[in-house]
């Protein structure tokens, strides 16, 4: 009996049954999806370039409907014709056309309003796009004299054999001839030729348009000088 009742103390007891446990958790679920996808492999790096290229894709496409913004059109005035110096503009020489935004050169003519009865400091190719300094006005002689505030002002030189050797670009002192021999004021430093307009055999005893810019304040006496004087210049 004794021997019976030690065996059966020393007979092991029956295991519980082992219950899955749940998870309690998302964590461990999101720990696992990103160890499988940090692991070296083939089959993933496959995917990622997939997935890439999709997004490409889909970037390109975007990309081709909208557009380049600096490709879009923008008016601006180009010449209808070849058209030559000192010509003074109308609707009849200029054209509106399309071209990209980028292509455009600073300072281009938008509108053939702003451009219509101005004259031409140099000859112009047809198709060729107007610009604020092809046209006499404040910008030209700005850009040839370097000053704010400068202006351009016709003159008619006296001698035309002088008009012949003058270019646009040259620099010179202008000078009022008196009444008396060898009276000789000068009246204007440093202008700067912008056109020489071409002589007319028939006024040829007039003088040749010459255009000089000028500060406003020499411009201004030279304008008034020339009305009842004869004008000449000198190189610099």
Known sequence: ????????RRAPRPSAPIVP???TSLAPLWREQLSRLTRPGWARTVHIRRALAAVLVVLAGVLALRGDPANDGTAVVVAAQDLAPGQVLTDADLRVV???AHTLPAGAVVTSSAATGRALAGAVRSGESLTDVRLVGPALATAATGTRGATS??????????????????????????EKRGGVTTIASSATVLTVQPGDPKRR???????LALPAE???????????????????
Do not use: C, K, W, Y
């Open 205 to 211: 005893s007039e003088g040749r348009p010459v255009l």
């Open 21 to 23: 446990q749940r998870r």
């Open 153 to 178: 002002v016709p003159v008619r030189l006296t001698d035309a054999d002088m008009a012949d050797l003058l270019h646009p670009g040259d620099t010179v002192d202008v000078l009022a001839l008196g």
């Open 1 to 8: 009996m004794a021997n019976h009742a030690s065996r059966s």
């Open 218 to 236: 020499q411009a201004t006496a030279v304008a008034a000088a020339s009305l009842s004087q004869s004008i000449t210049v000198t190189f610099r």
């Open 98 to 100: 399309q071209r990209e």
